[in-house]
């Protein structure tokens, strides 16, 4: 089989880079494109270094999806098989005080980026959604046929551009499309040299554990102990990101298949754990202790939220391989390796 070439949109990011990494263990070769807004070229460099023999299947270019020039520079100068498109901002509270920022960088860049695509006869693509599509779900685990809401500016960025390429298939059926809607990726690659690296304060539960054990942060807030859960705190799908990322190489498979229009697929374990249980898994991987403070429910919080992985595992034959234990012992790998992520002490509170 010839060998495919994939354009892989905020590569340089969590998710991103280790999706990077299993498309050339995998014998892809790949664009990433990234603005760098959110990551950092060692990710790449970090990439390479893992891919032994493969390294030189990847090339990258720093550019923002919204600089149309810039990106049909690169679609002019090679031919793509398919699109993974991850990059965009993801921080729910700041698109709640900056939704302009939000709209115009996850909305135009994926405007710009479907336009370019279509341009040049590329119309494989899989997108980065989220179970934040699901709002408050009513009843767990989601399927994909739940109603969908946004609770926020972040959510609804995904929605819209769900809609979109249900329009776009609509409208053009030779258009292939998967809608990934990832549950609650955590952990990092095995061999601790990438993982992910949040700007500033935390948003997310286990990037702030993870800050608290490293001494970075003092205490981690449990945000609320009143939900009716088995403890009190929420319950959510983590999974690990080595998983999340083979899940693309499922997606990119499917892809092929002749039946295939614009399909939608939950990557989650279709387990739930508690907050208090992750404390836990976590504390016992890295022998640390994290202090906790109890507080009340952070505004737009579901209570529990987890996936059900049939379809997956069904259409994608993808399902998740690892358990917490192995999430946090390689997320605790990672932490203990880079304390500052791929920074240093100085440049760790850098701000967008
Ligand atoms: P990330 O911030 O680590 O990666 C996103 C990358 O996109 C970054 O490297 C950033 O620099 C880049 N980027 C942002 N805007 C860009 C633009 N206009 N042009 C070029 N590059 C741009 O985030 P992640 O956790 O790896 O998430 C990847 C995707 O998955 C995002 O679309 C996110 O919304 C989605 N997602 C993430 C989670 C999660 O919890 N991490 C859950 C569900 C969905
Ligand atoms: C997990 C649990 C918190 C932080 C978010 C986005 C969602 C998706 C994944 C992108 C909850 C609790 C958290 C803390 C805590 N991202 N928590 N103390 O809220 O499920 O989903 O990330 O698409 O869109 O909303 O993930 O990691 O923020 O929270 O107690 O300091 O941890 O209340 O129960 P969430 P999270």
Request: glycine fraction near 10%.
């Amino acid at each position: 089989m010839a060998v495919k070439t994939v354009l892989v949109t905020g590569g340089a990011g969590y998710i991103g880079s280790h999706t990077v990494l299993q498309l050339l263990l995998g014998g892809y070769k790949v664009v990433v494109v990234d603005n760098l807004d959110n990551s950092s070229e060692t990710a790449i460099k970090r990439v390479k270094e893992l891919a032994g023999k493969s390294k030189s299947n990847i090339s990258f270019y720093k550019l923002d999806l919204r600089d149309r020039a810039a990106l049909e520079k690169v679609f002019s100068s090679k031919k793509f098989d398919a699109v993974i498109h991850f990059a965009g901002l993801k921080a729910v509270g700041e698109s709640v005080h900056k939704p302009l920022v939000y709209y115009d960088n996850n909305l135009i860049g994926t405007i710009i980026l479907f336009e370019v695509m279509a341009a040049h006869g590329c119309k494989k693509l899989v997108f980065s959604s989220s179970a934040t599509v699901y709002g408050w779900p009513k009843e767990v685990p989601c399927t994909e046929e739940f109603p969908l809401s946004a609770a926020n500016p972040y959510g609804r960025t995904k929605l819209i551009i769900e809609e979109i390429c249900r329009d776009i298939y609509n409208a053009e059926s030779e258009w292939k499309i998967i809608l990934l809607r990832y549950f609650n990726p955590v952990g990092a690659h095995p061999s601790g040299s990438i993982g992910e690296d949040p700007r500033g304060i935390p948003n997310n539960l286990m990037p702030f554990v993870q800050q608290v054990a490293v001494g970075r942060l003092p205490t981690l807030k449990v945000f609320g102990t009143d939900y009716k859960t088995r403890d009190g705190t929420g319950i959510r799908d983590y999974i690990h990101v080595v998983d999340l990322a083979d899940g693309h190489i499922a997606a990119l498979n499917k892809l092929d298949d002749p039946n295939i229009g614009c399909e939608v697929y939950n990557l989650g374990t279709g387990k739930g754990t508690s907050v208090l249980e992750m404390v836990k898994a976590f504390e016992q991987a890295s022998e640390k202790k994290i202090p906790l403070v109890m507080v009340g429910r952070r505004p737009g919080d579901a209570e529990i939220v987890y996936a059900s992985t049939g379809k997956a595992a069904k259409e994608l034959n993808w399902k998740a391989k690892y358990g917490i234990d192995e999430m946090c012992r390689d997320q605790w790998n990672w932490a203990s390796k880079n304390p500052y992520g791929y920074g240093s002490a100085e440049n760790s509170s850098k701000k967008r």
